[in-house]
C-alpha cells in the first residue's frame, strides 16, 4: 500500500473563513455564508450552505496545495448529504403547492458539491461524494488511499 500525504489543507466553518482563522481562534460572527468563487454564482443558484462550503474548501485546500483546480481529483464527504435542501423540498411536498422546484432538486443530491465544482472548474477528472455517517472521514480517506493505490504518483 502507498502512503497517503495530504498537502492541502482547508477549512470553511461559520465564524471562520479559513482554516488558519480557526487554528488561530479567530471567530469572526460576520462570517455567516462561503463565498464558494469556485464555481460561478449561475451555477449556485439554489445550491445549500453545504455545497458553498464544499466550494471553498475545495478551493482553499487546492490553493495550500498549489494544484491545478481543472486537474486534480476530488473527494467530498458529509455525513448525510444534502440534508438542507432535502428538508426544503419536503416541507414543499407536505405544506406547500406540491409544486418542486427544478433548481433545488438538482441541488438535493449528494454530490452536487461535486458536481458543481467539477463544472465551475472545467474539472474532467476523478471525482466522488460520499456520505457516511459517523465515518465520513474515514471513508473519505479509504477512498484517497484507493485511488492513490490504483493510480500511483500524485493521484
Known amino acids: 500500500m502507498r502512503p497517503l500525504f495530504l498537502t492541502g489543507l482547508a477549512l470553511w466553518a461559520p465564524g471562520h473563513a479559513s482554516l488558519e482563522a480557526f487554528m488561530q481562534g479567530a471567530h469572526d460572527p460576520s462570517v455567516e455564508d462561503a463565498p464558494c468563487a469556485w464555481v460561478p454564482p449561475r451555477l449556485l ?4 450552505r453545504l455545497t458553498r462550503m464544499f466550494g471553498e474548501a475545495a478551493a482553499q485546500a487546492v ?33 406547500g403547492d406540491g409544486q418542486l422546484s427544478p433548481m433545488r432538486f438538482k441541488n438535493s443530491v449528494h454530490n ?6 467539477s463544472i465551475g ?18 471513508a473519505g480517506m479509504l477512498e484517497a488511499l484507493a485511488l492513490v493505490n490504483e493510480r500511483g504518483g500524485d493521484a
Not at 452536487?112 to 465544482?117: D, E, Q, V
Not at 472548474?121 to 474515514?138: H, I, K
Request: proline share 2%; charged share 15%; aromatic share 8%.
Open 121 to 138: 472548474q472545467g474539472n474532467t477528472a476523478f471525482s466522488t461524494a460520499l456520505a457516511a455517517g459517523a465515518r465520513s472521514f474515514e
Open 45 to 48: 443558484r439554489g445550491s445549500s
Open 63 to 95: 490553493t495550500a496545495a498549489g494544484r491545478d483546480p481543472k486537474t486534480i481529483a476530488t473527494i467530498y464527504t458529509s455525513s448525510y448529504g444534502e440534508i438542507e435542501t432535502m428538508v426544503l423540498l419536503l416541507d414543499t411536498i407536505f405544506r
Open 112 to 117: 452536487a458539491g461535486s458536481g458543481l465544482g
